[in-house]
Nanobody
Framework: QVQLVESGGGLVQPGGSLRLSCAAS????????MGWYRQAPGKQRELVAD???????HYADSVKGRFTISRDNAKNTVYLQMNSLKPEDTAVYYC?????????WGQGTQVTVSS
């Protein structure tokens, strides 16, 4: 089992920044992919960004150049730095951990971008 605890969501004005954190604990494999997904009301959950255990990153086109995913292996924590936030970034953001045969989700954290 892997437990994921997210933090860092909140209300921010357009153009502002937030940093999300996801701390993983439990039976963590050495090879994995961790990522952030989001789901806005009435929409499907979508991938925002992910990072492999080897450090390779991948971003959705809608966040390229604005969001940065990073990780701290010593803390088993993944971060999502979100800059230049837009109202359309408003969603519940979920942390995800994947290893072949395993797929875990965090409880989600709300991000609201509004003036």
């Amino acid at each position: 089992q892997v437990q994921l605890v997210e933090s860092g969501g909140g209300l921010v004005q357009p153009g502002g920044s937030l940093r999300l954190s996801c701390a993983a604990s439990g039976s963590i494999f050495s090879i994995y992919v961790m990522g952030w997904y989001r789901q806005a009301p009435g929409k499907q959950r979508e991938l925002v960004a992910d990072i492999t255990s080897g450090g390779t990153t991948h971003y959705a086109d809608s966040v390229k150049g604005r969001f940065t995913i990073s990780r701290d292996n010593a803390k088993n924590t993944v971060y999502l730095q979100m800059n230049s936030l837009k109202p359309e970034d408003t969603a519940v953001y979920y942390c995800n951990y994947q290893h072949p045969g395993f797929d875990y989700w965090g409880q989600g954290t709300q991000v609201t971008v509004s003036s």
